[in-house]
C-alpha cells in the first residue's frame, strides 16, 4: 500500500513562493516517476510538473515554466514543488501523484495510480 502525504500549501501574496512537499510510504518510491496536478475550483484537474524517478527529468505545464522546479530526494521518499513568481491564478489544490510504469506520458492524469490528499494553495493580489 502506498500512501502520499501533501503538505507546504498556505496563503501567500501574489509574487511570493512555497514550497509543497509530498512525502511517501513504501519501499519502492525510488522506482517511480512523480507528478504534481492542480485543480481550482469549478475546473479540471490540471498537470503542473512531473520528474522521472532518478530526477534526471523534468516536465512543467507552460503556465508554470520558469517559476516552479520540481525535485526529489529519494533517500527521503519525498518529493517537492518550489513555487515561486507566485500568481492568483496559481489558487488551487495541489495533489502529488505517483505515476504509472510502462507509459512516457506525463502529463495525462490517467497515468497516475497512487494520489496525495491535497494541498491548498490560495495566491492573493
Do not use: H
Request: with cysteine.
Amino acid at each position: 500500500q502506498v500512501q502520499l502525504v501533501a503538505s507546504g500549501g498556505g496563503l501567500v501574496q501574489a509574487g511570493g513562493s512555497l514550497r509543497l512537499s509530498c512525502a511517501a510510504s513504501g519501499r519502492t518510491f525510488s522506482s517511480y516517476a512523480m507528478g504534481w496536478f492542480r485543480q481550482a475550483p469549478g475546473k479540471e484537474r490540471q498537470f503542473v510538473a512531473a520528474i522521472t524517478w532518478s530526477g534526471g527529468s523534468t516536465y512543467y505545464a507552460d503556465s508554470v515554466k520558469g517559476r516552479f522546479t520540481i525535485s526529489r530526494d529519494n533517500a527521503k521518499n519525498t518529493v517537492y514543488l518550489q513555487m515561486n513568481s507566485l500568481k492568483p491564478e496559481d489558487t488551487a489544490v495541489y495533489y502529488c501523484a505517483r505515476k504509472r510504469d510502462g507509459s512516457s506520458w506525463y502529463r495525462s492524469e490517467y497515468e497516475y495510480d497512487y494520489w496525495g490528499q491535497g494541498t491548498q494553495v490560495t495566491v492573493s493580489s
